[in-house]
C-alpha cells in the first residue's frame, strides 16, 4: 500500500524527534542525553474514602472562599452607599458651606467614576473569558 508523502509539519516533527526504538527506552532516553536511573515513576491513587474526604475539604474551602467574597462585596457596597447618601445630604443642603458642596460634588463625582469602571470592568473581564 502506497503511503502519501509526509507534509512539511510532519517530515519537521519527525526529523526533530526520532522514533522510540521498540527493544530499548533506555538506549533512548541516554542517546537524548537523560539517564534512566534518574526517572522516578510514582502513580498515586486514592481510596474512595479519601476521595470524599478531599471532596468535602475542598467544598468546604469554596464555601468559605464564597462567604468572605460576598462579605467583602457587601460591606463594600454598604460604606458607598453611605458615602453616597452623606455625600447627596450635603450637596442638596443649602446651608452646607462651599467648601463642603465641593466635597460632596468631588465625593460623587469619584464614586459614580469608580462604580461606571468596576461595572465595565467587570464586563470587559467576563468577555475576555
Partial sequence: MPQSPASPEQSSHQAEHPPVPVESTD???RRLGI???NIKLEIQTETPEERRSRLRREERKARADLIKELMLYFVGLLLVSAL???SVAIFLNQEASEEWQDWARSTL???L???VGYIFGKNSASEGE
Fill in 35 to 37: 539517564n534512566p536511573a
Fill in 84 to 86: 453616597v447618601i452623606i
Fill in 109 to 111: 463625582t469619584a464614586t
Fill in 27 to 29: 538506549d533512548y532516553l
Fill in 113 to 115: 467614576t469608580a462604580v
